[in-house]
């Protein structure tokens, strides 16, 4: 093997081209970084923003709960007219719940496929009732449940995503639940 020898003038030119090579490497590598960084920022998932995915996770939850204290009602209730309401609530609820999963789909959020600890809770409590006492205290129940969910859809209601558009969708539905159970409270009410 033979040794190259360079001179100071050749050594000085070989360092920059070196550190240009370099500098080009780094910059690449800087560049492949921040696309892929745009590429996952622009996905559904990052589009939707974390309060729309936590609010459309906790809407199905919701559903999910509304459609089982729909079921209950009509088979604990004693009124007809708490029957009736479970009925409701629970084919409104379970198309709300379809349009919420697909907005949750198409966003790139994984839909929970139950309700929350809470409202698991909530439904055990509510189905060791039966009668009259089952109908005052679902009614109470529905009153405060929606008073909730209205303002809460009506807060999301004001963004522009997907997320947003299924909350502006589904007030109008929700304030008519809140209603019709202020109806039902005031109707036991009268009737004790």
Known sequence: MTKLELGAE???RLGYEIGSVLQTREFAMKFTSLAIIAIFTASPAFAAGKPSQTFL??????NYAEVQMGKLAQQNGQSPDVKKYGQMLSDDHSAANQKAMDT??????????????KQKADYAKMSKMTGARFDREFAAHMVAD???DVAEYKKEAKQSDAAGQYAKDEVDVLQKHLDAAKSLRNTKSSAR
């Open 146 to 148: 929606h008073q909730k």
């Open 57 to 62: 996770k906790k809407a199905i939850e919701g």
């Open 104 to 117: 949750a789909k198409s966003l790139g959020v994984t839909p929970p496929d139950g309700p929350s600890a």
């Open 10 to 12: 050749d050594q000085v």
